[in-house]
């Protein structure tokens, strides 16, 4: 018999520097560079990208701007901030 057990981990967000609690495969991320500290598509180098997870407000707070832009809004996936 397998457990289907999780994991939880405790950082900050990317985007706002608070420190919160998720489950690293689940959460809502972001791919950074760290030599530049930005993503991909604004001048990172995508060979070196290290996904950095955002917290639920600043994901909140994407959604209204994209919402706003016409975009489709980031899915938070079950769990992705506490147990499933």
Known sequence: MVD???LFAFGPCWSCGRPFT???D???SIPIDPGTNLPSDMGGDPDRVVRQPICRDCV??????RIRDHLD????????YGPR
């Open 4 to 6: 289907d057990g999780y």
């Open 73 to 80: 809004p980031i899915i938070i996936l079950p769990g992705a």
């Open 26 to 28: 689940r959460v809502p």
């Open 60 to 65: 909140a707070l994407a959604n209204n701007n």
């Open 22 to 24: 998720f489950d690293p």
